[in-house]
């Protein structure tokens, strides 16, 4: 019994290293039987900690492509930074930088090989649950605060709200802000208080290395706390010169915040390029009506789940600590009764003003706006509502004379309000959650009362114990199948066995030694499956990408681009499967996909989905050489088909070389007609689409010639309205029997990542001629206004002639190596080498050892000008600006160094 007491003691009053760590230990086992519950969800439900969204289609991809290269470091093998299976070939570092590629926790989950790659993914997404609330603990100590039981309810309050919980498995790497935010804030406190500046630069430097966009997020959150706290020392202190004294630390805090910025510039230097470089940079999208005010079913649903799981509008979720409520409302009526005396108002209320703040700045698009890099309004950054309500609870202690008995009824009172408000007044956003929240949030709360008004020497193992009841609730109200069921959102773990095992394929793919790529129809999400499989594909899904890269989807009116950032391929077209390199094309038997034209079918796999494997007969190398030029001003006058047919017979570049031959490109395109066979709720003009209802649809019928690639080409297509996307259907019919089917969003500046298109251009498939009906459904009712309607027929008779040309002058005796392209290529003129990677910055080029500048060709390529004879070619790359931000991170440590020596020695001197 009095060991008990002793440790109790111990774990109330953290004097000690020792008492630090033993609240550590009691944090750790409280945190280990929380996320066991989670775990044991996933578990009974068979379930993976795997997204089965964005964390397949990204983080996961990311997360293998990190291991790989741990494995390889181990292993003393050598590593690329420019890949080529990331989509058609991008930067490793700046493409999977804001995936934590870089993160120490995730490399430190990767390094476990013995582990899978995907469990060593759950491990990673464990660790940092873990140090969230270890760095709540870190803050709670920088402030002084010693009440052990107090900061690890904060801690597991925190931890296992619900937006770090929403947070933690469908974007691990921004989870990384809850455990960053609190230790920047520590830094500060700690430099305030001490003078000791060593944990914010470290934390700044981290944060950094880690995601730069939760390093931003947490640096206007840090503004916004250092801002409310200067206005406090403002009013209520007495000391001559504080605001000089203010003034000081601002600045003072700046340089040391300077100092880890630069200490992580070898990272971020090449990352703020490739973040300039792409296409979304301050695009203003998704949420328009207004800068200062939400639609009222925002506030409904925030208002109405505050302390059960909701994800609202704009990214706003919910999930509150009943017991962090209760506390917040504690705070709200001593703060009235101590309305009069400004010192007690500021000083010892200041957490909870900060929470008030952050709510109103929840309350406005413009906040969620500049949160978000001044892009689409969204409030990701939330979390900082759940922690500083987290803080209320530890400092809940301080108060505890100020709690009388009055104050504890009128904080039920107000509470009881609340939830007779929600259940009765808005019940139109009353759901089973919701409910179970409200009966959670009353019982909690009057049990805390009681423990207020009765609880003498052990209140506070009380509250925490309320605490983590507040915590199962959290969990079960998210994950659980009879709430919210946010765990059926995750793969299963017989699918995840199923897609490791199945490489499709891969004894006929292994046994070909050339460079070749390989895609997908696009009717099959297949975002970034070729980074998994460890192949050279051409669809691509990463929040960073080179805005050239983007224009040559855009130019070409591809239909698989979902949005600026996924992109599932070319849409199956031969001429640009054929310049971007793809040898082999899968396809399920079961999906009415086209099959570009020259693909022959070479093998059957009889699994499930009877994936069909075709290869190209016609497939070009990694660099193909170029004999002519196409003028700027005439590529830039064709319909984008037209754009395709000329690149497979001449380059375009924008400066040309004199003795360059100029292409005479005549089209034989043909635009078929075609009648208007059935329309079903659809308005149609000459100029506008109106579908009176979702599914309206328009059949067209048209006589198909034969041996021409089909295309179905709606120009000049927007849409109106507020809704922000529409789903444009494609299907092409024979005898009544769908021979294929494809699909594309427009959208306009209502939705948050949109593509604000010129036309749309659906590939129908090459062959089956005759009368042919095409159907085109419409998803919305919005208005979509158009130019034209047309069907063009590519004659493909002369395809083959055009492919063996570029073929047979293509580069030979081909070597790829880590960061190096090399190859012989003999040439009868002058010329274009032109190669299947996406344009740098970061290659260099030697012609016979001679270096050479490569220039942007064909929009997203890069070519390289040959003058005729015989040439050995090399290609190699680095990281575009690492070497200068490498410098400054060095030169910051030497120079920080020597300050700090010579701080030491004029000390003691």
Known sequence: ??????????????????????????????????????????????????WAVDGLYQHYPAFNHLCSYVESLLNNEPVSWFNLGIGPGLDVLTTL????????????????????????????????????????????????????????????????SGNVLITLTRHPNFINWAYFFPLILAG????????????????????????????????????????????????????????????????????????????????????????????????????????????????LTFFSNICSFSEGPHLAVTGMNAVSFTALIMFLLILHKQRNNLKYKFKRTFYPMLFIILLLFLCMPIAGSVFNGFGYATNRWSYALFFFSSIVLVELLSFFSDMDKRSCIFSLIIITAYVFIVYFFLNGNETHITSMGLITLILLAFL??????????????????????????????????????????????????????????????????????????????????EVLEERHGISLYWSIIPKWVYEYYFTFELPDMINPCNVGGVDSRTALMELVGVKYFFKPDNIEAPIPFGYKKIAEKPNEDKNELYENEYSLPIGYFYDACILPEEFWGMNPVDKQQAMMEGIFVDSIPENMRMLDYKSAIKDISYKIKNINDVELTDDMIKSKETGGNITLETDIPSGCEIYLWIDGVKLSGDKGICSINVSRMLNNKIITQSHAPIHNQHF????????????????NEGINEINIIFSSTDPISYKSIR???????????????????????????????????????????????????????????????????????????????????????????????????????IIFFLIQVFKFFRRNI
């Open 752 to 767: 948050a990542w949109p593509i604000i298109r010129d036309g749309i251009i659906y590939n129908l498939g090459y062959g």
């Open 1 to 50: 019994m009095n060991i008990t007491i002793k440790l109790y003691r111990k774990i109330t009053s953290v004097k000690t290293w020792r008492d630090t760590l033993l609240c550590i230990l009691f944090y750790s086992i409280l945190w280990l039987l929380l996320t066991s519950i989670v775990l044991t969800i996933f578990h009974r439900e068979n379930r993976t900690l795997l």
């Open 188 to 299: 500060a406190e700690l430099y305030r208080r001490r003078k000791k500046p060593g944990l914010f630069v470290i934390s700044v430097f981290l944060n950094i290395l880690t995601n730069y966009y939760t390093y931003y997020i947490n640096v206007v959150l840090l503004i916004a706390y250092l801002f409310i706290y200067a206005i406090s020392e403002l009013i209520t202190s007495r000391e001559k010169g504080q605001l000089l004294n203010t003034f000081k630390f601002f600045i003072n805090l700046i340089l040391y915040g300077t100092v880890g910025v630069f200490l992580s510039m070898f990272s971020m230097l090449p990352t703020i390029y490739a973040y300039l470089s792409n296409t979304r940079v301050m695009q203003r999208t998704g949420y328009l009506d207004s800068l200062f005010r939400y639609e009222i079913s925002y506030y």
């Open 791 to 893: 069907i063009l027929a590519v004659p493909m008779s002369d395809y083959s002639e055009k492919a063996d040309k570029l073929k047979n002058s293509g580069l030979k005796d081909v070597l790829i190596e880590a960061d190096r392209v090399s190859g012989q290529i003999n040439v009868s003129s002058s010329g274009f080498l032109q190669f299947s990677i996406p344009y740098s910055i970061g290659w260099s080029a030697y012609d016979n050892g001679v270096k050479m500048e490569l220039i942007r060709s064909n929009i997203m390529y890069m070519a390289l000008p040959l003058e005729e004879g015989e040439h050995f070619i090399e290609l190699e790359y680095h990281i575009p600006y690492f070497k200068q931000g490498l410098f400054i991170s060095l030169a910051t440590v």
């Open 448 to 529: 805390m009362m009681i423990t207020f008004r009765l609880g003498k020497k052990y209140k506070g193992i009380i509250i925490l114990f309320l605490t983590v009841i507040g915590c199962v609730f959290q969990i079960l109200f998210l994950y659980d199948t009879s709430y919210h069921a946010f765990v059926k959102e995750h793969i299963s773990v017989d699918e995840l066995v199923y897609r490791e095992a199945d490489s499709s394929f891969d004894s006929v793919l292994t046994d070909d030694p050339t460079f070749f790529r390989t895609a997908k129809t696009s009717l099959i999400p297949s975002q970034n499956q």
């Open 97 to 160: 930088n804001c995936y934590d590629f870089t993160d120490p926790v995730s490399i430190i989950a990767a390094l476990f090989v013995p582990l899978s790659r995907s469990v060593r993914y759950e491990l990673m997404i464990i660790l940092k649950l873990y140090l969230i609330g270890i760095s709540f603990f870190v803050f709670c100590r920088s402030i002084g605060r010693d009440n052990g039981i107090y900061i690890i309810s904060g801690a597991l309050a925190y931890t296992f």
